[in-house]
């Protein structure tokens, strides 16, 4: 079946650090590869997608690339803000006519000035 | 994208009872899902909710505990019945299209006491 290894956090930046959260995966198909956000006290907010191998999503600095021969798609940042402290999502979607999400288990980014 | 409302937004229910939790989507959609976010977890599947037909639940979550109903292409319920503390968690509804990201709403924070 589908699954989502993401890095255990909490994490915890310096502002303007660099930001990496790891993400593997195992699925049959062709999955899809989202990261979603969620800010303390709110719903879930996509960040950035990739559909096939070797895309590039990003969004608000953020970037993470479809690795198909690693299995993986880690976030990055270049330089973090405090605004960026939230429980970040690695999810899936298999491309075998099942459109729901398996999610990772999140990874809590604390940002400090 | 769709824009997802969902309420209550929080509730404080006493075990034994039941709980409704509406979401609205501003336009017309193919999928809806709802999850449940127990405590510091990931998201869990509870079901597809499928327009005019019954849910289709994932293991572990029943229609006697969890019925929902969608009526339309832009509604859908969730009930959670015969509460208990364990049901204490946050509900969450998606909503998207076959070929397009899900849209999550804000969730409802459910208390058991």
């Known amino acids: 079946g589908n699954s989502v290894t993401q890095m255990e956090g909490p994490v915890t930046l310096s502002e303007e650090a660099f930001l990496t959260i790891n993400c593997t995966y195992t699925a049959t198909g062709y999955p899809s590869l989202f990261w979603y956000v969620q800010y303390p006290g709110e719903g879930l907010q996509l960040l950035l997608k990739a559909t096939k191998a070797d895309d590039k999503g990003s969004n608000k600095g953020f970037e993470a690339t479809y690795r198909k021969e690693t299995t993986s798609f880690h976030l990055e940042k270049g330089s973090v803000q405090v605004s960026d402290s939230a429980v970040y999502f690695c999810?899936?979607?298999?491309?075998?006519?099942?459109?729901?999400?398996?999610f990772g288990k999140g990874t809590k980014l604390s940002v400090i000035p | 994208s769709a824009v997802i409302s969902q309420k209550p937004s929080r509730d404080i229910c006493q075990r034994g009872t039941s709980l409704t939790i509406q979401c609205q989507v501003d336009?017309?959609?193919?999928?809806m899902f709802w999850y449940r976010q127990q405590p510091g977890q990931s998201l869990t599947l509870i079901a597809t909710a499928n327009q005019g037909s019954e849910a289709t639940y994932e293991s572990g979550f029943v229609i006697d505990k969890f019925p929902i109903s969608r009526p339309n292409l832009t509604f859908s319920t969730l009930t959670v019945s015969n509460l208990s503390p364990e049901d204490s968690s946050i509900y969450l509804c998606s909503a998207g299209h076959t070929n397009s990201p899900l849209h999550f709403g804000n969730g409802t924070r459910l208390t058991v006491t």
């Open positions: 999810a899936l979607r298999s491309g075998a006519g099942s459109y729901q999400l398996t």
């Open positions: 336009s017309q959609v193919t999928m």
